[in-house]
Structures are given as C-alpha cells and as structure tokens.
C-alpha cells in the first residue's frame, strides 16, 4: 500500500499546481487523474489563453514552474473595460516600477510546464489514466483504491476535479449553481496593428467580447478572444467560415487592431455560476472549480483556483511542521474559513458584472459609461480594482508575495 502526505484527485492546471507546490515545501502527493498526457498535452487540445495575475505568477516563480514557462508569456502592460464601442472607459495602468498586471499565457504551454515541473519531483506520484474506484474516509486517513487495483493511503484527500466534481458529490457537499444561458467562444486570430501589450474587455449585453495578447507567432501579431454569445447563437458563430468570423469579429473590436485574419480552431464552453456550501468535509478539501466556479467576465477564474493552493500550502506546511494531522480539522476549518469568503465575493462580484452589463438599453449604457469613467477618476477606487485584478486583495498567502512557506 502506497502512502503519501495528500491524495489529489484530478491532475489538471490546480491540482498539478498543488503537487508541486506541495512538494518544493518537501510534502508528498498521489495525483489521480484519468486523462491521457499524450492527449491533454497536444498542442490542438486546448486553444484557450489564461491570464495570470501578477501575484499568482509570483507563486510560480517560488515554487519553480516559471523556468518552464520561460519565452512563453505575454505580459500585460495595462487593461481596458468599455461599455460597447460607445465613449468612456476604464484603463487600468500599472505605475512604471510595478509589475505588469499579469502574464497572458496559452494553456497548453502552462499545462506542459506544470507537467514538466511535477514528473520532475521525486515527491510526487502523478498516476495519469487512473481514477479513484473507491474512497473511505475514515477517523486516522483516508485509503482510496484505484481504478487499476492499487490501494494508496494518506490523512486528506483534495478534490481537484472540475466544476462536476464527483467527490464532492458523494460527500454530499451542496452546491448553488446557475446558468447564464451564455456560451464563450475561443479561438486566437491574426491582426494588422499591434495590441501594445493591452488587454481589451468590451462589454455588450450578450456579454463581454474579450480580447488578449499573445505573442506573435510565425504569421505576426496575434491574440486570443473570449467571445460571450447568447447560447442560442453558439452553433451558428461556430459555423461560420473563418472570413464571416473575422468579418464579425472586427465589427465588435471597431477595427481598431486593422485587418484580422490567420483565425485559429475556434471551441466553446457553457457558461454557469456555481458555488459549494462547504469547501470542506471530513478528511476532505474542495480547491479550484470542485469548490467554485464563475464568469470569465474578470479573467479571474485561473487565478482563483490557484489562490486555493497557495492559502491551503501554507496550511499543510505549517501543519506538518507542527506534527500535526494533515487532515485535523482544526487545518481544514483555517482553509474554509480564509478561502470561503474570498471565493464567495470573488463570486458575487462577477456575478453582478455579468448582471450589470446584461441590462440593454440606452439609459442602462449611459449609467454604465458613466460608472467607467468615474472609477477612472476616482484613484483609491481605481486602485482597489487594480489590485483584484492583480491579486493582492485580502490576506495574501505568503506564496502569492513571492515567499515560500
């Protein structure tokens, strides 16, 4: 029987970030995951980009995943939010001696270096096309036996396995959820100017149309799009040619990145809301979206999942430290209570974004437009916006400052 400090179910960008994260502190993980690395790590498996906030990236860089991401990022020298293509605006600049607001990243090349950086470690156990068959959570630890017959063993079990996570189903943690009857269309185009390292949020009532730079490639100038579509629309945007596509897509930019074209693979994804009651149980903890889930709307959804692991290693750490029970619950109600509120108003912030900017109308615009520019004037208020967008609200863990536990 295998032992390890954790047991993490679901092997993705969260859950591989927590191994490592885990282990350059010197704690052992099992990771479950019943993916195929030889799909989930092509380079057409997964056209999205992520934004990577400033203090998320710091975490990277102490626990060692950003050597692996050298040359890759994009960086985000300023954002910019609009109501339409209509007049007003919010720009967020970071001041010269700050670091750029975050990196913009393709999930494969972050998938691939967080891969890397787990295989490499001695302490981790990455079990790839294995699943958990069976889990008992008991008084002294938690055994869980795998799909392939093995038994490992360890005192907590994390569930980092996506928005239907079944874990957290079978330990009958409650979950509020809805649907925006949205569907986000990606996919990366070519364009004529230079997107200046800007990111671009225009808001419509259908949703926000996104735009966010990336590095050129071999065709020139290039960025990713997050396109929010009313649901009944999805299939008719996905069929479209490539040239009726960029054709649209340069209505809603206005034009003003010139002639689109070199449109990659476009996907799509539902958009929903859910949030779980409990973010903990009995020798269990929820972390990414197992535990919550939100709009694209703030680019915060990444992010957020990997401030779960840098607030629970810290947790761990000093708990193992201490000689403590990983799985004690006096650890695990430290994780719910410093992780609760921040997922729970992250949440309600987005939510009401994507609320706000769904009104249509003139009246709805105006009063929208005229909210934009007055934060924009506003400097203590801009600088709160700035530094959620950077993630450095809230008590940080020592992880997103840059410093190991």
């Known amino acids: 029987?295998?032992?390890?400090?954790?047991?993490?179910?679901?092997?993705?960008?969260?859950?591989?970030?927590?191994?490592?994260s885990l282990a350059a502190h010197g704690l052992s993980a099992i990771i479950l995951d019943p993916a195929d690395p030889a799909v989930t790590l092509a380079p057409g498996f997964d056209g999205r980009a992520s934004a990577i906030a400033s203090a998320t990236h710091r975490m990277f860089d102490a626990i060692g995943i950003t050597p692996g991401l050298a040359g890759e990022g994009c960086p985000i020298a300023a954002i910019r939010a609009t109501d339409g293509l209509a007049p007003g605006k919010l720009d967020f600049i970071p001041d010269a001696a700050d670091d750029p607001v975050g990196v913009m990243y393709e999930n494969k090349r972050l998938r691939r270096a967080i891969f890397d950086a787990a295989t490499a470690s001695t302490l981790i156990d990455l079990r790839y096309r294995d699943r958990a068959a069976a889990v008992e959570r008991g008084a002294t630890g938690v055994t869980v036996t795998t799909g392939h017959g093995d038994a490992v063993t360890a005192p907590l079990l994390i569930a980092a396995e996506g928005r239907n996570s079944p874990t957290r189903e079978a330990a009958g943690i409650r979950v509020a959820r809805w649907s925006y009857?949205?569907?986000?269309?990606?996919t990366t185009l070519g364009h004529e100017h230079p997107h200046e390292n800007v990111a671009y949020e225009i808001f419509y009532p259908a949703g926000p149309f996104a735009i966010l730079p990336l590095n050129d490639d071999e065709h020139g100038r290039r960025s990713a799009i997050v396109w929010t579509v009313d649901a009944k629309d999805r299939d008719g945007m996905l069929k479209l040619s490539d040239r009726a596509f960029l054709a649209e897509a340069s209505k809603k930019m206005g034009g003003f990145l010139g002639t689109l074209s070199n449109l990659?693979?476009?996907?799509s994804y539902p958009l929903g809301f859910h949030h779980a009651a409990r973010i903990t149980a009995d020798r269990l903890v929820l972390v990414g979206d197992a535990a919550h889930g939100i709009h694209p709307i703030a680019g915060q959804g990444l992010n957020l999942g990997l401030r779960d692991v840098a607030a629970l290693t810290e947790i761990l750490v000093e708990g193992k430290r201490t000689g403590m029970d990983l799985g004690d619950p006096y650890l695990l109600e430290r994780y719910q209570r410093w992780r609760g509120l921040d997922t729970f108003s992250v949440a309600l912030a987005t939510d009401g974004l994507t609320r706000l900017f769904g009104i249509p109308g003139k009246t709805a615009s105006a009063v929208r437009r005229f909210g934009l520019s007055a934060v924009d004037a506003i400097a203590p208020l801009k600088a709160a916006f700035m530094a959620e967008a950077r993630g450095e609200t809230g008590n940080m863990p020592k992880l997103l400052q840059g410093v190991t536990v």
């Open 1 to 20: 029987m295998t032992q390890a400090d954790v047991i993490i179910l679901g092997g993705g960008l969260v859950g591989s970030t927590l191994g490592v």
């Open 264 to 267: 990659s693979a476009r996907s």
């Open 181 to 186: 009857d949205h569907a986000a269309i990606i």
